[in-house]
């Protein structure tokens, strides 16, 4: 374990290079370098902590006291003194140069640290951790701890949002920060992103068709149909195609989408069609109702560049607006209440595209 806190995870060290006399903006293109090192280094290495966790061998009674020091002083403590360095280097920089959203993300992170989670499902676990470690002797309370990797393995459950998990979210949140603003900016080849919002909409209700199968005369017909419903409009008006995995990870549940368009909450659904109830709040459940809250872009640029993925995790309008989220710190409610949705904008629009992600706001 030693070695995977040594070798595996990429830590922030605050020196400077010996010799060097760097400017403001290298000096924050430095830290950039590293969130982005990080990124591609730490979910691994935080996987292997739960398999660490997860390695009954290791957490007889007797590797106790030596498990605490590895867990409490040699990861917690060590990222507590890493986001130090971190928040100091960057505060002596000039404020305009430093993406804002880097603090916020720092204070969650360091909550965590200190036991002080905001996942509710860990309430009780963690804060029990830091009081009394011989808890750790219990496989089913250090399974809580250990979250998952990529959810249930076997027929071992493992709840895939452990406290581990929740370090690396956190983790992962600081670098987004620090290096999405830059790779946002840098993506706009062929296209720009002219305009970008979050919004909160009331309670509505999307009705629409699945797509699979669905022929152009079809869904020229389905349009028709909520034409005609003008009572019922829900202020966003607009033909969308949303996109979801009914809550579940992408690994897990498929990708579905659905023509149609948002409505007023509680609008009947014509013969034939299908809907989905989106919420203002959160039901603590995973799938619909979905939250009535999203970041929404609009774009210029060639409609065949705009919907390029060659070089995306998805295609240019969704990885330029999920990064941006990201750069932001804005929650991004996945995999319970993820969705997407794109927009047709119609003839008339100046604009060549626009998006809708789900947002936690």
Same mark, same amino acid.
Request: glycine share 8%; net charge negative.
């Given at each position: 374990?030693?070695?995977?806190?040594?070798?595996? %995870?990429?830590?922030? +060290?605050?020196?400077?290079?010996?010799?060097?006399?760097?400017?403001?903006?290298?000096?924050?293109?430095?830290?950039?370098?590293?969130?982005?090192?990080?990124?591609?280094? /730490?979910?691994?290495?935080?996987?292997?902590?739960?398999?660490?966790?997860?390695?009954?061998?290791?957490?007889?009674?007797?590797? !106790?006291?030596?498990?605490?020091?590895?867990?409490?002083?040699?990861?917690?403590?060590?990222?507590?003194?890493? /986001?130090?360095?971190?928040?100091?280097?960057?505060?002596?920089?000039?404020?305009?140069?430093?993406?804002?959203?880097?603090?916020?993300?720092?204070?969650?992170?360091?909550?965590?640290? $200190?036991?002080?989670?905001?996942?509710?499902?860990?309430?009780?676990?963690?804060?029990?951790?830091? $009081?009394?470690?011989?808890?750790?002797?219990?496989?089913?309370?250090?399974?809580?701890?250990?979250?998952?990797?990529?959810?249930?393995?076997?027929?071992?459950?493992?709840?895939?949002?452990?406290?581990?998990? @929740?370090?690396?979210?956190?983790?992962?949140?600081?670098?987004?920060?620090?290096?999405?603003?830059? @790779?946002? +900016? /840098?993506?706009?080849?062929? %296209?720009?992103?002219?305009?970008?919002?979050?919004?909160?909409?009331?309670?509505?209700?999307?009705?629409?068709?699945?797509?699979?199968?669905?022929?152009?005369?079809?869904?020229?017909?389905?349009?028709? @149909?909520?034409?005609?419903?003008?009572?019922?409009? $829900?202020?966003?008006?607009?033909?969308?195609?949303?996109?979801?995995?009914?809550?579940?990870?992408?690994?897990?549940?498929?990708?579905?989408?659905?023509?149609?368009?948002?409505?007023?909450?509680?609008?009947?659904?014509?013969?034939? %069609?299908?809907? %989905?109830?989106?919420?203002? *709040?959160?039901?603590?459940?995973?799938?619909?109702?979905?939250?009535?809250?999203?970041?929404?872009?609009?774009?210029?640029?060639?409609?065949?560049?705009?919907?390029?993925?060659?070089?995306?995790?998805?295609?240019?309008?969704?990885?330029?607006?999920?990064?941006?989220? !990201?750069?932001?710190?804005? /929650?991004?409610?996945?995999?319970?209440?993820?969705?997407?949705?794109?927009?047709?904008?119609?003839?008339?629009?100046? *604009?060549?595209?626009?998006?809708?992600?789900?947002?936690?706001?």
């Amino acid at each position: 374990m030693d070695y995977i806190l040594t070798n595996e %995870f990429c830590w922030w +060290e605050s020196a400077e290079p010996r010799g060097e006399m760097l400017s403001d903006v290298e000096k924050y293109q430095r830290v950039v370098r590293w969130s982005t090192d990080a990124r591609g280094r /730490n979910p691994n290495a935080f996987d292997k902590v739960t398999e660490w966790l997860l390695d009954d061998s290791v957490w007889s009674g007797e590797q !106790l006291s030596e498990n605490e020091q590895i867990l409490m002083q040699g990861l917690l403590g060590r990222f507590r003194e890493q /986001n130090a360095r971190l928040r100091e280097y960057l505060c002596a920089l000039p404020a305009g140069l430093v993406n804002p959203a880097v603090f916020p993300a720092l204070d969650r992170f360091d909550g965590e640290l $200190s036991g002080n989670t905001r996942n509710g499902r860990l309430q009780n676990a963690v804060p029990a951790l830091f $009081s009394d470690f011989s808890l750790m002797k219990d496989r089913s309370f250090r399974k809580q701890i250990a979250g998952g990797k990529n959810g249930p393995t076997g027929t071992d459950t493992v709840d895939f949002y452990g406290y581990i998990n @929740t370090l690396k979210d956190c983790d992962a949140a600081v670098q987004w920060t620090l290096f999405m603003p830059g @790779t946002v +900016e /840098n993506m706009q080849n062929g %296209f720009k992103m002219e305009s970008f919002e979050y919004r909160k909409m009331p309670a509505m209700r999307f009705i629409g068709r699945d797509e699979n199968g669905l022929s152009p005369t079809e869904r020229e017909k389905l349009f028709r @149909t909520l034409d005609a419903m003008d009572d019922y409009r $829900s202020g966003f008006d607009y033909d969308v195609l949303l996109m979801h995995h009914y809550g579940l990870g992408v690994d897990v549940g498929p990708w579905h989408g659905f023509w149609g368009r948002f409505m007023k909450a509680d609008t009947p659904v014509p013969e034939g %069609f299908l809907f %989905f109830d989106f919420e203002p *709040y959160h039901d603590g459940k995973a799938g619909p109702p979905f939250l009535s809250q999203f970041a929404y872009a609009l774009f210029s640029g060639d409609p065949e560049t705009l919907h390029r993925r060659e070089g995306y995790d998805s295609d240019a309008m969704y990885d330029t607006v999920r990064n941006t989220m !990201l750069g932001q710190d804005v /929650n991004i409610p996945y995999p319970d209440k993820y969705w997407t949705a794109e927009v047709m904008l119609g003839e008339d629009s100046p *604009y060549s595209g626009a998006y809708m992600f789900s947002a936690a706001l």
